[in-house]
Each structure stands twice: as structure tokens, then as C-alpha cells.
């Protein structure tokens, strides 16, 4: 089965500070994960997918298979990366997965 | 496009009382979803689709029942409410290939049952 935990509930952090937001997974097989955002009011958002290696909002995530993690970083947090981070799997063909709990992030001004 | 549209936004229900929460997608993706997310527990699965004609159990679907209507359309139903199903629920395609994992949600659909 495919699992993902994301130990922290809720992550302070000043702004200009740098954030990480840990996501361990279990799996059997190669992995593939995303993380999804939440901001205020609004709806869930693809925000990066580690097959592709991008840098969205100026976040990265590696994925680590030594230490079973897909961490979510940035150097500098801003005001407006306060949301709610989803490390997600991609689920067995159609059926997709729970996301599990989450991370709120706050950023301090 | 409007991607993914839920209806209503907001309801408020006495317990015992049905309602049904309507989703409807203009992706043209196979598969649909219906979350509810609760604070401190993260989004829970509760029944999927994964094409039309075909609707599956998730992690938390007692106490509700769905419809698959066609492709488009994907509706969620509480017969009777109660105030445990007080939540924000979400629902989300998935297209048939392509990226694996990317989900595409509603607004959500804020209920609250008395």
C-alpha cells in the first residue's frame, strides 16, 4: 500500500525564514508523489509533482529514497505561502488514495 | 471552462433531513471523487467513480450514497443527515492517463447539519 506521513500538524515560521515541510512515505515499488496547496478559501491545487522536478513558488521537493521522503522546501517563506500542504500519493489506478492530514503552514510577518 | 463546479457552496441541514451535493466536471476525465475534509483529519476519501456506470466505496461512505449520471456528472447524497457529516466537501476528477495522481477539485461545498 501506498502511504504517506506528514508529522507536523502545524508549521510557525517568520517570514523570510526558510520552511520544510516533511513527508515520509511507505511504499512497495517506485514512487510518485505530490504535493497539493490549499490556500484560504479556496480550492485544492496541484502545486508539484516529483517526476517533473520542478520549482513552483519557489518550492522544491526532492524525493529521497534513502530516507523515504519527499520534503517540500523553500529558502525564504513569504506571507502568502500560509496554506494547507498535502504530501500525496498518487493512488492504484483509479482509486486515489486519502490524502492524509496535512500541514498548515503559517508564515509570520 | 469551469473546471469543476460543486452546488450549493453552503447548506445547513437539521439532522435527518436529505440533501444531495452536486458536482460537475467540462474536463472530460473518467474519474470522480468526493472528500470531506474535517479540521485535524485532512481530506478522507469517501466514494469514487472511476468512469461512468461504475462508483466504489472510499475510506468513509457510510451514510452516503452516490451517482454516477454520466461522465459529467457525479452527485453525492445524504439521507439522512446527522451532525457527524458537518464538513467541507470537495470533489475531484482525474483524467485516464496521462500524469498519474493529478486531481482537479471543487470549490467545496460547506454543510453544516444541526
Known amino acids: 500500500a501506498q502511504r504517506v506521513t506528514q508529522p507536523e500538524k502545524l508549521l510557525s515560521v517568520f517570514k523570510g525564514a526558510p520552511v520544510e515541510l516533511k513527508c515520509n512515505y511507505s511504499?512497495?515499488?517506485?514512487?510518485?508523489l505530490f504535493w497539493y496547496v490549499q490556500y484560504s478559501r479556496q480550492r485544492l491545487q496541484l502545486l508539484l509533482r516529483?517526476?517533473s522536478r520542478e520549482s513552483i513558488k519557489g518550492f522544491t521537493a526532492d524525493l529521497n529514497k534513502g530516507e523515504t521522503s519527499f520534503h517540500l522546501k523553500k529558502p525564504f517563506a513569504q506571507e502568502e505561502d500560509s496554506a494547507m500542504y498535502y504530501c500525496?500519493?498518487?493512488?492504484?489506478?483509479?482509486?486515489?488514495?486519502?490524502f492524509g492530514k496535512g500541514t498548515k503552514l503559517s508564515v509570520i510577518p | 471552462n469551469a473546471g469543476v463546479t460543486q452546488t450549493p457552496k453552503f447548506q445547513v441541514l437539521k439532522t435527518g433531513q436529505s440533501m444531495t451535493l452536486q458536482c460537475a466536471q467540462d474536463?472530460?476525465?473518467?474519474?470522480m471523487y468526493w472528500y470531506r475534509q474535517d479540521p485535524g483529519m485532512g481530506l478522507r476519501l469517501i466514494y469514487y467513480?472511476?468512469?461512468?456506470?461504475?462508483?466504489d466505496k472510499g475510506e468513509v461512505p457510510n451514510g452516503y450514497n452516490v451517482s454516477r449520471l454520466n461522465k459529467r456528472e457525479f452527485s453525492l447524497r445524504l439521507e439522512s443527515a446527522a451532525p457527524s457529516q458537518t464538513s467541507v466537501y470537495f470533489c475531484?476528477?482525474?483524467?485516464?492517463?496521462?500524469?498519474?495522481?493529478?486531481?482537479?477539485f471543487g470549490e467545496g461545498s460547506r454543510l453544516t447539519v444541526l
Open positions: 511504499y512497495s515499488g517506485s514512487p510518485e
Open positions: 500525496v500519493p498518487p493512488g492504484a489506478g483509479s482509486y486515489q488514495l486519502t
Open positions: 467513480s472511476a468512469s461512468e456506470g461504475t462508483t
Open positions: 475531484a476528477t482525474k483524467r485516464t492517463g496521462g500524469i498519474t495522481g493529478e486531481l482537479f
Open positions: 516529483h517526476i
Open positions: 474536463m472530460n476525465h473518467n474519474s
